[in-house]
């Protein structure tokens, strides 16, 4: 009797298990499916596609001040600067072969030293008029990311990226899933390491434009 006992008890503790192990994996899927809605499970209600937009920018810029403060750390001399105008290809190029692509402190800029100063940033100056420019006057080297560059992908496009990333071996794991990253995707264009030569007037090689490189970035 006692064997017969402990036997039922033992089943309906595997039973219970695995009652339990459903019920937390419906709850995952349903998470992911939930956040694949594009619904935020805080507030209860889809972001904005302008808000959204708005935690992407704060989102890069959150990590251009991390990279700045890791190469400052080996005597970099960085700085991540808020231009408050729009910068185009074009306007670019342009101000390379003037020579004055230094220039953009003369108008209005903010300069972002740490997360309190992006926190504290109007929206309104994260609209489509602004660009994000990291440099170096002792590296003579320069990145320009301009506002208007920052869009979101389509869905198509989206689900095309996720299917070349699930091949990969940059896959993204469950717990990842469950947490929500994934669900938004966003394109950048950079225009990285440009040489200031022509422009600090310390001679060296002529200053180079690398083609804007676009980059995807998750949130």
Known sequence: MENRSFSRLRIRFFLALLVLAMII?????????????????????RLADDEMRLKVIKSLL???????????????Q????????????ADIIASIKSASILDFDK????????KR??????????????????YSTFHREMEIIPGDSIEAVGTVE????????????????WLERFLGYGNFLYKIKT?????????????????????????????
């Open 25 to 45: 994996g419906y709850v995952i899927y349903s998470r992911i499916v939930y956040n694949e809605t594009e619904i935020c499970c805080e507030a209860n209600a």
């Open 62 to 76: 959150a990590t251009k001040v991390a990279e700045m403060e890791e190469r400052n750390e080996n005597g970099g």
């Open 78 to 89: 960085y700085k991540t600067v808020l231009v408050h105008k729009r910068m185009t290809e």
């Open 107 to 114: 108008g209005p800029v903010t300069y972002i030293q740490n």
């Open 117 to 134: 100063d992006i926190e504290s940033l109007n929206p309104n100056a994260l609209q489509d008029n602004f660009a994000i420019i990291q």
């Open 158 to 173: 989206t689900k095309k990226f996720f299917k070349e990333l699930n091949q990969s071996k940059l896959k993204l794991s």
């Open 191 to 219: 225009y990285p390491l440009i040489h200031l030569a022509c422009c600090d007037k310390l001679g060296g090689n002529t200053a180079n434009l690398q083609s804007g490189t676009p980059r995807k970035i998750l949130n």
